[in-house]
């Protein structure tokens, strides 16, 4: 998430309301105050204002996606804690804390996709309103990497927990 | 929305022929996304929970259980409630950069929750 990236010289916004009002509010209650009362908010407001004036509108379709990807990604950063959890809760060793070294990496690792499927989002959210090419993840490999790591130690683990017997 | 419908054709970019915007099934996908995405959550506070009562951490499995559910449901309601706004005539799909942030906040908080519980147990 580098704040300095923001650019804007890819085309001129399309927002109506480029003058930092917030857009047309449909009626009250309605999704479209509903949103400008998100928009209110003023945690990533900000933020939220300068991703809409960066390039052009996107077709709604590279957006849908691109939030069902953070989605698909955030959910699995979710499986992953839970996994940990139920390593902590369910693995029986016979030493003392063995199950941490399972359980602790596993949450962790969700964490850093958790963290890493939003900067991501906003980096593709924000090359393709710049009509440039949406940069490959590294979370995939980190992912696969992380579970081989974890998997490979989960089956030492059960062989010194076995011999310590 | 009059202009979805497997029978309508679509251009390249998403425009109808008549010109409208037509975002075909996409706005469907990723509201069941929002919901699979609550329901995740929900497991995750029950996991929790359970692991906090096991660890004798009563207090913070109460908390946490009713805090993730209310998570779990603003995070459905957020996913219905921008289906319907995007299923209005003519409405652009905005991103959800606050919604997100919102979630990616959530799940880091259900992380250091879970490295607690699991600590203590």
Do not use: C
Request: proline share 4%; no cysteine; hydrophobic share 50%.
């Amino acid at each position: 998430m580098s704040d300095s990236s923001f650019e804007t010289e890819a085309g001129p916004s399309q927002e109506p309301d480029a003058a930092g009002e917030p857009e047309a509010e449909l009626a009250d209650g309605s999704p479209g105050s509903r949103r400008a009362l998100l928009r209110r908010l003023p945690w990533g407001a900000w933020h939220e204002r300068r991703l809409e004036q960066t390039g052009s509108d996107l077709d709604p379709r590279f957006t849908f996606a691109n939030e069902r990807t953070f989605l698909a990604w955030n959910r699995t950063a979710l499986a992953l804690i839970a996994a940990g959890l139920a390593a902590a809760q369910f693995l029986k060793f016979n030493l003392h804390g063995l199950r941490l070294i399972i359980a602790v990496p596993l949450i962790v690792l969700g964490a850093v996709l958790a963290l890493a499927s939003y900067s991501h989002w906003e980096d593709s959210e924000r090359a393709m309103r710049l009509r440039q090419p949406v940069r490959y993840s590294w979370m995939p490999r980190v992912l696969s990497g992380g579970i081989i790591l974890i998997a490979f130690l989960g089956g030492i683990l059960a062989i010194i927990d076995r011999l310590a017997q | 929305m009059s202009t979805r419908g497997p029978g309508a054709s679509i251009g390249a970019t998403g425009t109808h022929e008549s010109g409208h915007r037509h975002p075909t099934l996409a706005p469907d996908r990723t509201a069941l996304a929002w919901t699979r995405s609550a329901l995740n959550i929900a497991g995750s506070g029950i996991l929790i929970a359970r692991a906090a009562f096991t660890a004798d951490l009563d207090a913070l499995g109460v908390a946490s259980a009713i805090a993730i559910a209310l998570v779990a449901l603003l995070t459905w309601r957020h996913g219905q409630t921008i289906y319907a706004d995007r299923g209005l005539e003519g409405a652009l799909a905005h991103h959800q950069l606050v919604a997100l942030r919102w979630l990616t906040a959530a799940t880091l908080l259900i992380g250091v929750v879970a490295i607690v519980v699991t600590v203590a147990i």
